[in-house]
């Protein structure tokens, strides 16, 4: 499945239902780090399929249902939820072989707070319950999705820092929802300015790292956010060796 002739990892996207426009955007990225683009999508593959990859992307969506991180539905909240039981099967099963196999993986947006739950932590349901705006966090309608809405502070010692090049970093922004208590196993390595968990990472993994923002989208115009694909891309290179 997915033969590649050219030595080049093959970098797994998981997707669903998404606009195919939005899956350009990740297979664009993937392709300019130097990986081989392949999507897995809920519903037309596997599981299993995803031990063909060498590296994974986990992309943007839809909602966690609770119940995968042991809440109910937040009554207050509930109308503002979007979720897909389906997908999160499917991709909770393909990070539990990512993990055992210690693939690199990078998680965006959906995708850092799927690592958080795969890892045992849990999420805040919107961000309103924290008393936080929500146009704050989501800039759609209101700038160009690969603008800056807001500045991250990134942890001086951690490989997101490193990777970035800064201690503070303009990103941009499409959740409401955000990691609430991180996975004992994941270090928080940035927040924005108002305490939100931005970015978490495994310290003790070859390459683990989640951020809220979509980096994908950024990548023609924010050099440093390519770094993130390169970074996947390279340790996938050097898993194969």
């Known amino acids: ?75 207050r909240v509930a109308d503002t939820l979007e979720v897909d039981e389906a997908r999160d099967a499917f991709e909770l099963a393909v990070v539990a072989r990512a993990l055992d196999r210690d693939l690199p993986v990078l998680g965006i947006c959906r995708g850092v707070q799927l690592l958080n739950v795969a890892l045992g932590g849990t999420l805040v349901q919107d961000l309103s319950l924290l008393g936080v705006e929500r146009a704050r966090h989501n800039q ?29 970093v303009p990103v941009n922004s499409f959740h409401h929802q955000a990691v609430d208590r991180p996975a004992p196993e994941l270090a928080v390595v940035a927040e924005a300015f108002d305490g939100v968990v931005e970015a978490v990472e495994h310290p003790e993994r070859r390459f683990l790292v989640g951020v809220q923002w979509h980096p994908e989208r950024m990548v023609r115009h924010a050099p440093a956010q390519r770094r993130l694909f390169e970074a996947l891309v390279a340790a996938a290179t050097e898993s194969r060796r």
């Open 140 to 168: 759609r309608g209101r700038l160009p999705m690969w603008e800056a809405a807001h500045d991250v502070r990134v942890a001086g010692h951690s490989a997101l820092r490193r990777l970035l090049g800064e201690t503070v």
């Open 1 to 75: 499945m997915w033969a590649v002739s050219d030595g080049r990892p093959r970098v797994g996207i998981t997707w669903s239902t998404g606009s195919e426009e939005a899956l350009a955007w990740y297979r664009e990225a993937v392709a300019a780090a130097g990986g081989v683009p392949v999507v897995l999508r809920t519903g037309e593959v596997s599981p299993d399929d995803a031990d063909a990859v060498d590296a994974l992307v986990l992309a943007g969506g839809g909602d966690i249902h609770p119940h995968r991180y042991g809440q109910e539905v937040d009554p």
